[in-house]
């Protein structure tokens, strides 16, 4: 399969507790994107990277949520101590030359 | 600030008739313009794009989308709708000139199509 991958696609977990979400981008793809997608919402983003570097933040992207890219390959996302309103599809996206982006099929994180 | 707007949170078409599914925009230069479409439990699935050119679009299923500047509308269109284009449709823009920055998606648009 040689699209955007994303793991776990499912994810529950208490309030309070740590989570980390990986995205594996379509290989020669530069430039990678992470959104939140609650129900009845289109995704909203939440940052990009350009191969390592993280050139944007939202400000949805709150101090609890941090999210690297090393060496310009795979993705990862975490949030720390979580909150109910953390529960949402969180959804991996990637491109080469920043025209359509491709979507991994997303983590569905839900917090009790 | 850029933005999209889906007027219609659902439109109902019998299969075989057309179908229209509504995006207008706003963006502060010249947009890039996409249709994403979207199934249950399912990340959103590429369908097409208006980069520059032809106003008419076509792209994947059939589906073909009318730019519109003087209106701001980018609509989504089928000639001949299926039970199987069901599903969650988000329009979605970014400006031209702001490279790399991300889009900026509708709030979504469910079709139905009945047998």
């Known amino acids: 399969d040689t699209g955007v991958s994303q793991d776990p696609r499912h994810k529950i977990t208490k309030r309070g507790q740590n989570v980390t979400f990986r995205c594996d981008p379509i290989?020669?793809?530069?430039?990678l994107y992470w959104y939140r997608q609650t129900l009845g919402q289109g995704p909203e983003f939440l940052t990009y990277?350009?191969?390592?570097?993280?050139?944007?933040k939202s400000r949805l992207l709150s101090d609890r949520f941090s999210a690297e890219r090393p060496k310009g390959s795979f993705s990862t996302l975490e949030i720390q101590r979580t909150e109910q309103g953390d529960s949402a599809m969180y959804l991996c996206?990637?491109?080469?030359?920043?025209?359509?982006?491709?979507f991994g099929p997303g983590t569905r994180l839900t917090v009790l | 600030a850029q933005s999209v707007a889906q007027p219609e949170d659902q439109v109902n078409v019998a299969e075989g008739n057309p179908l229209t599914v509504k995006c207008t925009y706003s963006?502060?230069?010249?947009?890039?313009l996409f249709w994403y479409v979207q199934y249950p439990n399912r990340g959103l699935q590429f369908l097409l794009k208006?980069?520059?050119?032809?106003?008419l679009v076509k792209g994947s299923y059939g589906f073909e989308a009318e730019f519109n500047k003087s209106q701001t509308s980018f609509h989504l269109k089928k000639p001949s709708a299926l039970v199987s284009d069901s599903a969650l449709y988000f329009c979605?823009?970014?400006?031209?000139?702001?490279?790399?920055?991300?889009?900026?998606f509708g709030k979504g648009t469910t079709l139905s199509v009945s047998s």
């Open positions: 208006y980069i520059t050119g032809d106003n």
């Open positions: 290989s020669e793809h530069n430039r």
């Open positions: 963006v502060s230069g010249n947009p890039y």
């Open positions: 979605a823009v970014r400006d031209i000139g702001q490279a790399g920055t991300a889009l900026i």
């Open positions: 996206a990637s491109t080469f030359g920043g025209n359509e982006q491709f």
């Open positions: 990277f350009q191969n390592e570097a993280q050139l944007e």
